[in-house]
């Protein structure tokens, strides 16, 4: 199973918007919508932020929003603050009932 | 609340096994698979395997296949990962995780241990 396809890494104002692609195949990402997005600040353990493509779990701001369109998922971030610089990796349950991750997307907030 | 609290860091000699042990408490230990995923030093995230804790069923990733062995013991709540004949690019961060809901494998991992970390090195 190959690793989901990311951009190596985003910058954006505080203020913009920003959006991070996440590629995969029909085996994966456009197959399911068990698609879900993590957040990783340095020495810490990843942050759940989107799952099922488009949800939010509870405590995670509106500012973050996913979507899906084939086998390409994305991850908006709106509003963008200084917080939000981190890695970001996207995850997609696969026709193996197994999981990938993306190669993960380093945030800059300029 | 959940937890999930992992054994302490090891370093291990080329060749050798380690074996990773995960705690859960703060809610039904048998309800919710467990996953194991890595992350080598300055790399991505990497799944390894999910153990269903109910059956002691398992699924891991192809590239571990053969190396790689998930169990659990129920009457202490606890899953374990053991890693064989380890090489210096297996030095990683090893997390437990489960995911948001019970019974099935296809949600998203919401709880994460603390992480262990493997060093490999003669």
């Known amino acids: 199973q190959s690793a989901l396809t990311q951009p190596a890494s985003v910058s954006g104002s505080p203020g913009q918007s920003i959006t991070i692609s996440c590629t995969g195949t029909?085996?994966?990402?456009?197959?399911?919508?068990?698609v879900s997005w993590y957040q990783q600040h340095p020495g810490k353990a990843p942050k759940l932020m989107i799952y099922?493509?488009?949800n939010r779990p509870s405590g995670v701001s509106n500012r973050f929003s996913g979507s899906k369109s084939g086998n390409t998922a994305s991850l908006t971030i709106s509003g963008l603050q200084a917080e939000d610089e981190a890695d970001y990796y996207c995850?997609?349950?696969?026709?193996?009932?197994?999981?990938?991750f993306g190669g993960g997307t380093k945030l800059t907030v300029l | 609340q959940v937890q999930l609290v992992q054994s302490g860091a090891e370093v291990k000699k080329p060749g050798a096994s380690v074996k990773v042990s995960c705690k859960a408490s703060?809610?039904?230990?048998?309800?919710?698979?467990m996953h194991w995923v890595r992350q080598a030093p300055g790399q991505g995230l990497e799944w390894m395997g999910w153990?269903?804790?109910?059956?002691?069923?398992?699924n891991y990733a192809q590239k571990f296949q053969g190396r790689v062995t998930m169990t659990r013991d129920t009457s202490i709540s606890t899953a374990y990962m053991e890693l064989s004949r380890l090489r210096s690019d297996d030095t990683a961060v090893y997390y437990c995780?489960?995911?948001?809901?019970?019974?099935?494998?296809?949600?998203?991992?919401?709880?994460w241990g603390q992480g262990t970390l493997v060093t490999v090195s003669s």
């Open positions: 995780a489960r995911p948001i809901s019970p019974f099935v494998v296809v949600t998203a991992i919401d709880y």
């Open positions: 703060g809610y039904t230990f048998t309800g919710y698979y």
């Open positions: 153990i269903n804790p109910n059956s002691g069923g398992t």
């Open positions: 029909s085996s994966d990402v456009g197959g399911y919508n068990y």
């Open positions: 099922e493509v488009s």
């Open positions: 995850s997609s349950y696969t026709s193996s009932s197994s999981w990938v």
